[in-house]
């Protein structure tokens, strides 16, 4: 007997789990606009986000008085999406310089960064799960019908759509936002119209590594900081590129979605088949549109 | 003639008798050498004169310590619970050499990483080949116990396996084993012990119908784990009073997210959630069922909830559900109090490695008091002097030792030969405010005689779930009565 809270908890799940990858497509998404790069690193560092919220800010704040919830949600995420940016800020020069090497090149450099950055965080944190759900149990949960749903993912939710408003808006109503569109769709033209591409190379990387690491102080909450969580989600991100199109802002948007929805519904009746059904998806969009649903529209 | 003598005229006579003597010379030298290196103690005492020792009961035998090879995993999602078998093995060697060591020989030890079946093989061969051990205690993973049996029958190294619990391994990878023996008890156990806790503490015989969702990791253990609660629940209950709503299998350690699951789950109204998730996974999953209220509309049936590090299930886990330690050791049974094999134990454990053992850390420093006794008997069986591994070996064979968990079997005979057997407790999980974590009360102790197949029961491994206990279980336990 299905019922009309178990069918909203479901769709609940599919924008909960779109948002997580939403803020990792989108980054992705940015740097191969700008820079033509699948950095395959991108993933670790919403890794990092979650270890540098889970394994040392939240060990740090255990020590002081009960903060309140509100600033345990909006603080740790925002600091780790900082952190995280100051990090790709770091590895950036490597970035740039696989770039404008061949694809193949390009693949062992960021999946090498990726590995490196799994050891590192089995160095800093240790091999086992961290986990810190302070943030996640104190936000408590709400009532539907005969069944409940943690408020928690509701604020990520709404958290995460004020962020796909503020990006859209960005993009398409600031002078800064126009150089980085432009840079995607023909980065010669803009760089000989006077556009600094470079600073905008640069400001995609960090942008991008933003978003992952507020990703990753986000999710952790929920779940865990875990080695081989940047595998986990970078196998996702690839479904989601394939689906939505690369380097396309409402690719990311309909990939995420897509992908989210089809791991949702493939667990309610297919749970064996989960992976496999997503890369049979991907498979269908690459031979039938190749460009992927969103991709092609640019930004 | 002629041939012989054309070859003589070539080489001159003081050539050939230069190269003659040469020859012999070399030959000389390389013969002792070898001689000195393959030869037995006594005979090299004798080349270079050192007194040999007099034979006896515990005199040194040999100057030479012992070397023992310990193989686990140190990292990833398996260390929380593999690390432990390095403690457990670590403190009994430690212990055993302040008492002066196995016959006057202190054991040293050398530590591999565990893996993938094809690297844990390898490190295996490093340890036997390259480290030259006497004798190897590990293994966490069910999936490496049957890739490493069958080297260490062909390279011929002792070999106590502290888990790797998967029925396979004796019941077809190597079935009439010589020096491999394993410690924990058999897999299938575990979920027969889950179901047989959930029907007795949940009351499940009083019930009229009984909606049951699984949730496993997607390998070798979890459908074991699947199967086995399976078969009992419908044996003892019946099959038309257990309808099984849900099976969800997330890949092991590939999931941090299981809010899919859980709604899933939640969706299908289940009475229980039978699982067998550890870890890190059962971490995850648990918090984030808290969330969704998991927990007040169902109970959960566990194989594993209390048995990786006892701290690592918190406080907030919820009371009243049904919780596992892998049908082994609980740190709290025996209790201390009453049993002073474990309160020695626990104490030395917790003071050594600052954290409360689990059942890998029991598992392995059984091992290597198993090990002692066994070189012992042997030694005093033959009167005196450190014994050969075959006598190592029939001495181990239908050995009982009683460990911190209590007496242990090592079977001598068919089916499942050199498997160890031990009751096995499953549990009620309440979190104890003076530990500051959920802790396993009520143990309920089921004789392991009536959840794993006996000597001599000549029946073949279900063909759909792998082990001789399912055929057994399908074949002779009796409809609607509790084993116990």
């Known amino acids: ?299 | 003639m002629r041939k012989w003598g054309g070859i003589l005229e070539r080489v001159s006579r003081r050539q050939f008798l230069k190269g003659l003597i040469g020859g012999l010379v070399a030959g000389g030298i390389i013969g002792a050498g070898i001689t000195y290196v393959a030869a037995p103690e006594a005979l090299r005492r004798e080349i270079t004169g050192q007194p040999s020792p007099q034979p006896g009961p515990f005199t040194p035998v040999l100057s030479r310590p012992l070397k023992m090879g310990i193989q686990t995993f140190f990292r990833g999602g398996g260390a929380v619970l593999g690390e432990p078998i390095y403690r457990g093995a670590v403190l009994a060697a430690e212990e055993i050499n302040e008492a002066g060591g196995i016959l006057g020989r202190k054991i040293e030890w050398v530590a591999r990483d565990e893996g993938t079946a094809e690297e844990s093989v390898r490190e295996y061969r490093k340890l036997v080949e390259e480290d030259k051990i006497d004798f190897y205690v590990g293994i966490t993973s069910s999936g490496n116990t049957p890739a490493i049996g069958p080297v260490a029958e062909e390279l011929g190294m002792i070999t106590l396996f502290a888990d790797g619990c998967t029925d396979f391994l004796f019941e077809q990878a190597i079935k009439n084993p010589k020096f491999v023996f394993r410690i924990t008890n058999i897999q299938s156990a575990d979920g027969i012990a889950a179901a047989i806790g959930a029907i007795k503490y949940l009351d499940l015989m009083k019930k009229d119908k009984i909606r049951v969702a699984h949730i496993h990791p997607d390998y070798a253990y979890g459908r074991n784990a699947h199967a086995h609660i399976s078969i009992v629940l419908e044996k003892v209950l019946g099959k038309d009073r257990v309808e099984f709503v849900y099976e969800g299998w997330p890949g092991l350690f590939r999931v941090t997210d299981f809010s899919p699951y859980i709604t899933e789950i939640m969706a299908n109204k289940p009475d229980i959630v039978a699982t067998s998730l550890w870890g890190g996974d059962f971490v995850n999953f648990y918090k984030q069922a808290l969330g969704y209220g998991l927990f007040s509309r169902t109970k959960l049936v566990t194989t594993l909830s209390h048995g990786a590090k006892p701290q690592a299930t918190g406080p907030d886990y919820p009371d009243g559900n049904v919780a596992g330690v892998h049908a082994n050791y609980y740190f709290l049974y025996p209790h201390p109090e009453t049993y002073p094999i474990n309160k020695s134990f626990v104490e030395r454990y917790y003071k050594r490695w600052n954290e409360y053992p689990n059942f890998e850390a029991e598992g392995a420093y059984v091992c290597v008091y198993l090990y002692k006794n066994a070189v012992e008997l042997a030694s005093k069986l033959r009167g005196g002097g450190w014994p050969e591994v075959d006598e190592i070996i029939a001495a181990l064979e239908g050995m009982t030792i009683y460990g911190p968990a209590g007496p242990l079997h090592i079977r001598a005979r068919q089916p499942n030969k050199h498997q160890g057997y031990k009751d096995a407790i499953i549990g009620i999980s309440k979190s104890d405010p003076n530990y500051g974590f959920s802790i396993l009360v009520d143990p309920l102790v089921i004789p392991i005689s009536r959840i794993t197949v006996p000597e001599g029961w000549d029946g073949t491994p279900d063909p759909k779930a792998g082990t001789l206990a399912y055929s057994w279980i399908r074949a002779t336990w009796k409809e609607g009565v509790l084993p116990i």
């Open chain 1, 1 to 299: 007997m299905v019922v009309f809270e178990d069918i909203l908890i479901r769709i609940l799940n599919i924008f909960y789990g779109a948002s997580i990858f939403f803020l990792i497509a989108v980054g992705l998404n940015l740097i191969y606009g700008v820079m033509k790069l699948v950095n395959l690193a991108h993933t670790a560092l919403f890794a990092f986000g979650a270890y540098i919220v889970a394994g040392t800010l939240m060990k740090i704040l255990a020590g002081f008085v009960e903060l309140p919830v509100g600033f345990l949600i909006v603080i740790p995420p925002i600091a780790a999406g900082l952190t995280v940016l100051a990090v790709s800020g770091a590895i950036s020069p490597l970035l740039t310089y696989a770039a404008r090497k061949s694809e193949d090149v390009q693949l062992i450099l960021t999946f090498g960064l990726l590995l490196i950055f799994e050891d590192m965080f089995r160095g800093l944190w240790g091999p086992v799960p961290v986990v810190s759900n302070e943030a996640y149990m104190r936000s408590g949960m709400f009532s539907l019908g005969g069944s409940q749903y943690p408020l928690y993912n509701i604020y990520v939710m709404i958290f995460v759509g004020g962020m796909v408003i503020a990006l859209w808006l960005f993009l398409h109503k600031t002078r800064v936002g126009m150089l980085f569109r432009a840079t995607s769709m023909d980065i010669e033209m803009t760089s000989a119209l006077g556009a600094d591409v470079r600073k905008v190379i640069i400001g995609a990387i960090l942008i991008a590594g933003l978003l992952a690491g507020l990703g990753g102080g986000l999710y952790v909450p929920a779940a865990s900081a875990t080695l081989g969580m940047s595998i986990e989600y970078l196998v996702y991100a690839f479904v989601i590129i394939v689906i939505g199109g690369l380097g396309s802002f409402v690719g990311s948007l309909i990939g995420s979605f897509i992908v989210s929805a089809l791991r949702t519904l493939s667990l309610a009746f297919f749970p064996e088949l989960e992976l496999a059904l997503l890369y049979v998806v991907a498979i269908a969009i690459l031979l039938i549109k190749p460009e992927g649903l969103g991709g092609g529209k640019g930004w």
